[in-house]
């Protein structure tokens, strides 16, 4: 009986044993440059394919450094976009700027207002998704009070906010600051509100400083250190050592003595 050896073939195209750098940001108008080292095997370069938003790109990048051209793509900036560098096993490219696509703080303020105790503020021109910094002036000082995830698309967008609003005036801003610690400031809206002071029970405590309703407020020793922040209508100062410590609460800046 003669016997068959027999033989399959794949039809399939063999994996390529490669890796992938993957780059997330938003157009900015500018195209990126990579670095590309030569194949340790001897035969061409370490990149073999370049996709931008699942898309493989034209450009030549058969030599140790290319231009990724984001042009061509017809990207508005603000747009996001996806860059994937595929290169083969041994070696790795190196993006030379890839800060060109990091969101940046350009946006442009139309309204900022504090309407039903919500601030709004509507904004154009942003470029890429930053986080607004909610601030309001208390105790002589912009203090920090929330955070808003900006869209960061081109158009125009709309941001609400539900701030704590102390007795008299109510002073507001945001502000974005990105990659390049460029700060942007949006102009500053200012409310009235009539409604009663915090006040403090005491100021000599022994385990619980009392304020008449939930404030916001801050705790600090003679050398500057904050000891105790937040939203409260009791804190507890057991554990501070005797003495005297400022305080800042409501609108208002006081010190009070742990006994």
């Not at 709004?120 to 955070?147: C, D, H, M, P």
Request: one cysteine or more.
């Amino acid at each position: 009986m003669r016997k068959y050896l027999i033989i399959f073939f794949s039809l399939l195209p063999l994996a390529v044993s490669a890796g992938e750098l993957e780059l997330e940001g938003t157009f900015q108008g500018e195209n990126l440059y990579v670095k590309n080292p030569f194949n340790p095997s001897g035969v061409g370069f370490c990149v073999y394919e370049v996709t931008v938003n699942g898309i493989t790109t034209t450009d030549e990048i058969n030599s140790s450094a290319f231009e990724i051209d984001l042009s061509v793509f017809e990207f508005t900036p603000g747009d996001p976009l996806s860059v994937g560098i595929h290169y083969k096993d041994g070696c790795k490219p190196y993006i030379i700027n890839p800060e060109v696509i990091a969101a940046r703080a350009t946006y442009k303020t139309t309204e900022i207002a504090v309407k039903d105790d919500v601030l709004i503020w509507e904004t154009t021109n942003e470029a890429g998704s930053l986080r607004y910094t909610v601030e309001q002036f208390r105790w002589n000082k912009w203090v920090k009070v929330g955070e808003v995830k900006g869209i960061g698309s081109p158009g125009t967008h709309r941001y609400t906010f539900q701030p704590r609003l102390h007795a008299g005036e109510n002073r507001f801003r945001v502000k974005q600051v990105d990659y390049r610690n460029i700060q942007r400031l949006s102009p500053e809206t200012t409310v009235l509100v009539d409604k009663p002071l915090v006040t403090l029970a005491s100021d000599k405590v022994t385990d619980l400083l009392t304020f008449s309703q939930p404030t916001l407020f801050e705790i600090y020793d003679n050398y500057g250190r904050i000891m105790f922040k937040g939203f409260e209508d009791t804190v507890n100062v057991a554990g501070l050592k005797s003495g005297s410590y400022y305080l800042n609460f409501d609108n208002q800046m006081a010190r009070f003595s742990k006994r």
